[in-house]
T-cell receptor, first 114, second 120 residues
Framework: RKEVEQDPGPFNVPEGATVAFNCTYS??????FFWYRQDCRKEPKLLMSVYSSGNEDGRFTAQLNRASQYISLLIRDSKLSDSATYLCVVNMRKLTGGGNKLTFGTGTQLKVEL | GAGVSQSPSNKVTEKGKDVELRCDPI?????LYWYRQRLGQGLEFLIYFQGNSAPDKSGLPSDRFSAERTGESVSTLTIQRTQQEDSAVYLCASSLGSETDIPNYNSPLHFGNGTRLTVT
């Protein structure tokens, strides 16, 4: 089983729709979680962190479910400019060797259409 | 403010040659990561630095790959005897994260624009 798994999509949605992505992680010791956005042939950019209690940033809502080991991203009133690949990132503190282990999912592609 | 800077932005090299890729992280960021991304693929972890030390080299695909970091700043990724399968975008990222900074919600990764490597 992959450490971080995402449905690759693509998710094709009309402008104004609400769309949700899930990301599952295998290691229960994972400690922090992020959603990144990557546009075609560009570097990933932080979209939002995911807090234990869930958090919202404008049209974007992130949730964490530790019991089921997944995080989610909800996009409301989607815009054409939301078209991108959304990467789930899971951070786990390594018990040996020190440091943090950041693992990226392979991303979910979203296409918002007129 | 200055972000993560990578050079060169593009590199075309012949199979068998060595290449060096450079990353200048954001000033003060102690953690530095190298990733590789092949066309249409996800990010593949290569190596992680905390300060000048590399506690996790597990992602380096072969002994042709090496990396170093000096002055808790600049990092260089070296690929020796390049092969065509090394063609990819090499992304560097830095963060404030330290070994004790858990959870590091406040220290996400900041990526550079990447170096697009093409081995012919």
């Amino acid at each position: 089983r992959k450490e971080v798994e995402q449905d690759p999509g693509p998710f094709n949605v009309p402008e104004g729709a609400t769309v949700a992505f899930n990301c599952t992680y295998s290691n229960s010791a994972s400690q922090s979680f992020f959603w990144y956005r990557q546009d075609c042939r560009k570097e990933p950019k932080l979209l939002m962190s995911v807090y234990s209690s869930g958090n919202e940033d404008g049209r974007f809502t992130a949730q964490l479910n530790r019991a089921s080991q997944y995080i989610s991203l909800l996009i409301r009133d989607s815009k054409l400019s939301d078209s991108a690949t959304y990467l789930c990132v899971v951070n786990m503190r390594k018990l040996t060797g020190g440091g943090n282990k950041l693992t990226f999912g392979t991303g979910t592609q979203l296409k918002v259409e007129l | 403010g200055a972000g993560v800077s990578q050079s060169p932005s593009n590199k075309v090299t012949e199979k068998g040659k060595d290449v060096e890729l450079r990353c200048d992280p954001i000033s003060g960021h102690t953690a530095l990561y190298w990733y590789r991304q092949r066309l249409g693929q996800g990010l593949e972890f290569l190596i992680y630095f905390q300060g000048n030390s590399a506690p996790d080299k597990s992602g380096l695909p072969s002994d042709r790959f090496s990396a170093e970091r000096t002055g808790e700043s600049v990092s260089t990724l070296t690929i020796q005897r390049t092969q065509q399968e090394d063609s990819a975008v090499y992304l560097c990222a830095s963060s404030l994260g330290s070994e004790t900074d858990i959870p590091n919600y406040n220290s996400p990764l900041h990526f550079g624009n990447g170096t697009r490597l093409t081995v012919t």
